[in-house]
């Protein structure tokens, strides 16, 4: 496996985000079954997704939200607008769950933007890559993978990993049950996280702080390249069936 770190220029507005990974890539050749892996945050700001909090006015559901967990009341009704449910939480942090991921505070981040202004999660991510892998394929010739990727806490884990909050051109997971381990036992429950996995490699790479690296180009993964659409419940599974959600709910 090889893992290609690409540096770009920062942006203040919103920009063309197929024009800038094209041009931020042209160093290097794309060919088929190389997965580009893309910051999150690089793709909300390509959208103009950020927002200055004191702009916000807080409903009554906002303010009782920041009254529970004791937060700005502006930033907590930014968080119920961008959350599809709130899972409980913790002092300055809301669970949430928005697109079939997991996130504390919806995901929003105040890293790289300037004080009093916030990055939301990108606006339809699962059409950003399909279109991103489209465009590549009519224009090159070459079927690609494509991964947004953010960075996320893991239950009494220090530090981040990357998961995938949206993926296009291969199979996010691959299914092993039924297949035997070392000792010819079956496997009865394992299923291997494909697109988190290489989230979590670029994450790595990309770093979390001024390293303006906000593309990682794998090559030679050995991931499934399909054509189908994926779809944005593939890597998710139900809170009964969630081993956390469980434990936490008893």
Same mark, same amino acid.
């Given at each position: 496996?090889?893992?290609?770190?690409?540096?770009?220029?920062?942006?203040?507005t919103?920009?063309?985000?197929?024009?800038?990974?094209?041009?931020?890539i042209?160093?290097?050749?794309?060919?088929?079954?190389?997965?580009i892996?893309?910051?999150s945050?690089?793709?909300?700001?390509?959208?103009?997704r950020?927002l200055?909090?004191?702009?916000?006015?807080p409903s009554?559901d906002?303010?009782?939200?920041?009254?529970?967990?004791?937060?700005?009341?502006?930033?907590?009704?930014?968080?119920?607008r961008?959350?599809?449910k709130?899972?409980?939480?913790?002092t300055?942090?809301?669970?949430?769950?928005?697109?079939?991921v997991?996130?504390?505070?919806?995901?929003?981040?105040?890293? &790289?933007?300037? $004080?009093? /202004? !916030?990055?939301?999660?990108p %606006?339809?991510?699962?059409t +950003?890559?399909?279109?991103?892998?489209?465009?590549?394929?009519?224009?090159?010739?070459?079927?690609?993978?494509v991964?947004?990727v953010?960075?996320?806490?893991?239950?009494?884990?220090?530090g981040?990993?990357?998961v995938?909050?949206a993926?296009?051109?291969?199979?996010p997971?691959?299914?092993?049950?039924?297949?035997?381990?070392?000792?010819? &036992?079956?496997? $009865?429950? /394992? !299923?291997?996280?494909?697109? %988190?996995?290489?989230?979590? +490699?670029?994450?790595?790479?990309?770093?979390?702080g001024?390293?303006?690296?906000?593309i990682?180009?794998?090559?030679?993964s050995?991931?499934s390249?399909?054509?189908?659409?994926?779809r944005?419940?593939e890597m998710?599974?139900?809170?009964?069936?969630?081993?956390?959600?469980?434990?936490?709910?008893?």
């Open positions: 496996m090889k893992v290609i770190p690409i540096k770009t220029s920062r942006k203040q919103s920009f063309d985000l197929y024009k800038d990974l094209i041009e931020s042209k160093e290097h050749v794309l060919e088929t079954g190389d997965i892996v893309i910051s945050k690089y793709v909300a700001n390509s959208q103009g950020t200055d909090v004191a702009k916000t006015r009554s906002g303010i009782e939200l920041a009254k529970k967990y004791q937060m700005d009341s502006k930033f907590a009704e930014i968080v119920l961008e959350s599809d709130t899972l409980g939480g913790v300055g942090f809301v669970l949430t769950s928005s697109d079939h997991l996130a504390p505070n919806a995901g929003i981040d105040k890293s &790289n933007v300037k $004080k009093g /202004t !916030i990055v939301l999660y %606006d339809l991510p699962y +950003i890559v399909e279109n991103l892998r489209k465009k590549i394929f009519l224009e090159m010739g070459v079927h690609v993978g991964i947004l953010d960075s996320r806490l893991m239950p009494a884990r220090a981040t990993v990357g995938a909050i993926v296009s051109g291969f199979e997971v691959q299914d092993v049950r039924g297949q035997k381990d070392l000792d010819g &036992n079956p496997l $009865k429950v /394992t !299923i291997k996280a494909t697109a %988190d996995n290489l989230a979590t +490699i670029a994450n790595h790479n990309m770093g979390e001024a390293e303006s690296t906000p990682v180009i794998i090559k030679e050995g991931t390249i399909t054509t189908r659409k994926i944005n419940d998710a599974i139900s809170s009964e069936l969630c081993v956390y959600m469980r434990g936490f709910a008893n």
